[in-house]
């Protein structure tokens, strides 16, 4: 067994907390080096009296400043704020393992930190990928990292093939990879009544309990389609041999089909404890917490092909790969700009596909040849988004 020291980027996050749950019922496996949060101090400062880390970082310098009062009495616990903080505990010699679930653009730094460091890294953040996507495998080639998907989808991929052919899967005799889908909230809405959802009724996951923002992105099917892209890096494959499956049960993750017509599925509670666990231990399992599935009580799973037309976050994912270079970059700005105008009551949830095209089709395309150029696409499709809500909101 390998006692492991563990950075959680996110800590306060809907995936941060299922971590330090799966933790909390090991302490011999697992000890806390960091755990840091963008701006909610309080929630942090209690997570450090419980766990008792050597470093804690909040991203916002102001909430830092509040933590340290927070946490006057406990000298020993360094803090740090920043951008830098994170990455210096991301690829800090004291950690080996490092969970990467802070939501969105703002975690591809730190993850790319823990990446070249060499690092297991626990990939949650699936928008650092989609971002980067060839420049991100590199840098895992180049460190020899470990990186293990806890994506619910993705794991159970990675947990259908043998372990040493992911990035080769063809040699492997695979010839498809089934994507599940839970089809979110409004699976069964019509085009129509896309118009007037409210962020309350986009963020009440029929199966999953999540941050908003991935809430937002399971109703749009944009989730689907960040992890149409991010499959694609993580497995070497195209999304000619992705095949989207409608599942609204979420209990199969996603399924593999090889040569010989074998289809390997993995099960569970759509519980995130299962894949954290899973990357936490991995070659080893351990217990997660998760309630064993009763499959009496499912009694029956349905599947359907996705609706790219009451739905078109999927198709303009796929597309945005396609096209390549920074484009999946720019998909990824004008999502989190527009599922963050939606959330603030300022977009129709109908109009968040319509800022994306319109974002992609205003910001040119080039060569994702370093990770500068990809963080000033990102800017710049930032700013591209914001014109494109303005000009709808008039
Ligand atoms: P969340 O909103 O619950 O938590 C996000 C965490 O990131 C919080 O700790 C927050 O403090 C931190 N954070 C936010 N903005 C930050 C910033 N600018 N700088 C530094 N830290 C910041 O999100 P979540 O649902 O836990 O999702 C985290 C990531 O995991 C996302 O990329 C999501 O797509 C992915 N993911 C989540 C789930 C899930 O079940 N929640 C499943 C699969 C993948
Ligand atoms: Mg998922």
Wanted: charged share 20%.
């Amino acid at each position: 067994m390998v006692a492991r020291r563990i950075t959680i980027l996110g800590a306060t996050g809907s995936i941060g907390l299922n971590t330090l749950d799966v933790i909390r019922r090991h302490p011999d496996r697992f000890s806390v080096y960091a755990l840091t949060a963008g701006t909610r101090a309080e929630e942090l400062a209690s997570l450090c009296r419980e766990f008792r880390p050597d470093v804690a970082v909040m991203a916002d310098p102001a909430a830092a400043e509040r933590l340290a009062g927070l946490l006057s009495d406990l000298p020993d616990i360094r803090i740090k704020s920043g951008p830098e903080g994170l990455c210096e505990v991301a690829s800090a010699s004291d950690a080996d393992t490092v969970m990467a679930s802070i939501v969105g653009a703002a975690g591809l730094p730190p993850t790319l930190a823990a990446v070249r460091a060499g690092k297991r890294v626990l990939l949650a953040n699936k928008e650092a990928l989609v971002m980067s996507g060839k420049l991100f495998m590199d840098a895992v080639a180049a460190s020899g990292a470990e990186v293990l998907p806890i994506d619910s989808e993705h794991n159970a991929i990675f947990q259908c093939m043998p372990a040493d052919k992911i990035r080769d899967p063809e040699s492997a005799g695979i010839t498809r990879i089934l994507l599940t889908a839970s089809g979110g909230p409004f699976r069964e809405s019509s085009a129509e009544s896309l118009r007037s959802v409210s962020p309350a009724q986009a963020c009440a996951h029929p199966n999953w309990s999540m941050g908003q923002k991935i809430s937002v992105d399971s109703a749009t099917l944009m989730n689907k389609g960040l992890e149409l892209i991010e499959a694609c890096w993580l497995f070497n494959t195209t999304p000619a041999r992705v095949e989207v499956h409608v599942h609204p049960e979420s209990i199969i993750h996603s399924m593999v089909e090889y040569v010989d017509g074998s289809v390997l599925a993995q099960l569970g509670s759509p519980d995130m404890r299962t894949p954290i666990a899973n990357g936490l231990a991995w070659p080893e399992r351990i217990d997660a917490g998760v309630a064993p599935l009763d499959l009496f009580s499912i009694g029956r799973f349905h599947f359907e092909p996705p609706d790219l037309v009451r739905f078109p976050c999927l198709r303009l994912a796929a597309e945005a790969f396609e096209s390549g270079g920074t484009a999946p970059a720019v998909l990824n700005a004008a999502n989190e700009v527009a599922v963050a105008a939606f959330l603030a009551g300022n977009l129709c949830f109908s109009d968040i596909p319509v800022i994306i095209e319109r974002t992609l089709a205003a910001t040119a395309v080039v060569s994702a040849d370093s990770f500068e150029t990809i963080f000033a696409k990102d800017t710049e499709a930032r700013e591209r988004a914001m014109e494109q809500i303005a000009l709808l909101t008039v």
